[in-house]
């Protein structure tokens, strides 16, 4: 079955640090550039990084560049998502998308 599987989530304090791992089954991550996006109730959907499939070249949206890193695990298959510095603006359901499929989500809340 071609699914992934985000995970990770949770509630952090402001400046605090989370990694979110997107997980495949039923086909290999490597060959398909890897994005994750975030969204919160009543906004569209942002895209916050991208990896691509063979270089590994990363992008980032503005409000995340330098606290945001994406990385791969072809072995794993997984791509994860580690976020420093953490802000209350950062709370959101985050996405991974992949050969035009999404996960189900995972939460981020950024709260004292």
């Known amino acids: 079955q071609v699914q992934l599987v985000e995970s990770g989530g949770g509630l952090v304090q402001p400046g605090g640090s989370l990694r979110l791992s997107c997980a495949a089954s039923g086909f290999p991550l490597s060959n398909y550039p890897v994005s994750w996006y975030r969204q919160t109730a009543g906004k569209e959907r942002e895209l916050v990084a991208t990896i691509t499939s063979v270089a590994g070249m990363k992008n980032y949206a503005d409000s995340v560049k330098g606290r945001f890193t994406i990385s791969r695990d072809n072995v794993k298959n997984t791509v994860y998502l580690e976020m420093n510095s953490l802000k209350a603006e950062d709370t959101a359901v985050y996405y991974c998308?992949?050969?035009?499929?999404w996960g189900q989500g995972t939460q981020v809340t950024v709260s004292s």
């Open positions: 998308n992949a050969r035009l499929r």
